[in-house]
């Protein structure tokens, strides 16, 4: 539905993504993960026209995203930076977005006004941040853009906000389905909502998964390092932290049935490494190796 192709993009000399190929689902929702600076705002801007690559292609259903305006009425992207034009009110910001989608939902609209108790008569400048960031949650879900980019959608959301708009997504695009792309540092929180992850490191894809297979291989093992050893010989294995008598080894590789009886039969505790923590050890290592 949604394929990238070559795609490079630099600012000046700096080098941001390099050689990007992804092709996208129709009808999923997906985490786009990465460091602070790797260049996930960069590569959501291209895929909703708001900055051109250097080279590549980007296509929604096999039409180029950048050669034919038609397509953009189908890409919505929330982002921090606002609207341009932040002295006007927000029922103006609002009707100006119904102008831009085909799908777009006006009764939708109402409602998501009403559970976000929004003011709009309010001036968009006058806005606290976290009203500002509905705002733009309101236009991304009433869109109903059949490929739609929420860039950090929780920035300045306090916890019960940001459930609100997590729920309201999910019961949404269940009844309405589209492609999702959500990018976030606040990963665990989301965790539940994600199909598929997408993680950039080092200006390239570095991970592309299902999270169901990625959950199924990986396992934090807890117990006597002498016991877990053996059993764990020639995996990946991505981090080791020791506690006393007790070590953690972190193994990103599926394990077999025989494998996991027979760490539980040796006393050695296992446990799923929630998303966020499989994050930050995938993206923090430069290698593997030599942790055991
Ligand atoms: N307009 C610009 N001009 C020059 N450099 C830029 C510009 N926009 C982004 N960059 C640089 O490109 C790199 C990627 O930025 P980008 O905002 O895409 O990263 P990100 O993954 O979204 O980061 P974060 O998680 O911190 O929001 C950063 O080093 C950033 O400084």
């Not at 003011?119 to 853009?145: P, Q």
């Not at 199924?216 to 080791?240: D, H, M």
Request: proline residues 2%; positive net charge; aromatic residues 8%.
């Amino acid at each position: 539905m949604i394929e990238i192709k070559n795609l490079n993009k630099a600012y000046g000399s700096t080098k941001v993504l390099s050689n990007i190929n992804l092709k996208l689902e129709e009808n999923k929702i997906y985490g786009l993960l990465g460091r602070n600076g790797v260049g996930k705002t960069t590569l959501l801007n291209i895929m909703s026209n708001v900055i051109r690559a250097n080279s590549g292609e980007a296509l929604l259903n096999g039409e180029n995203i950048h050669e034919n305006s038609k397509v953009l009425e189908n890409i919505a992207i929330v982002r921090e930076s606002g609207f341009g034009i932040e002295d006007i009110k927000v029922k103006k910001i609002l009707k100006a977005a119904k102008t831009l989608y085909k799908n777009w939902d006006e009764e939708y609209m109402k409602f998501l006004i009403k559970e976000f108790d929004l003011n709009i008569k309010k001036n968009y400048s006058k806005l606290s941040r976290g009203n500002k960031t509905i705002v733009g949650l309101i236009i991304g879900l009433a869109s109903r853009a059949p490929l739609t980019l929420f860039d950090e959608p929780s920035l300045g959301l306090d916890a019960s906000y940001r459930y609100k708009f997590y729920n309201l997504l999910l019961q949404d695009v269940e009844k309405n389905p589209r492609t999702v792309i959500i990018s976030t540092h606040l990963i665990d929180e989301v965790t539940h909502l994600f199909e598929e992850v997408i993680i950039l490191k080092n200006q390239k894809v570095y991970l592309k998964e299902e999270v169901e297979s990625l959950m199924g291989k990986a396992y934090f093992l807890s117990g006597k390092l002498e016991k877990i050893e053996p059993i764990i010989k020639g995996k990946n294995i991505i981090s080791k932290e020791e506690f006393g008598t007790i070590t953690i080894v972190g193994v990103f590789d599926c394990l077999t049935k025989e494998e996991k009886d027979n760490l539980k039969e040796k006393g050695i505790e296992i446990s799923a490494i929630p998303l966020q923590k499989l994050f930050v050890l995938l993206t923090e290592k430069e290698s593997v190796e030599g942790i055991i």
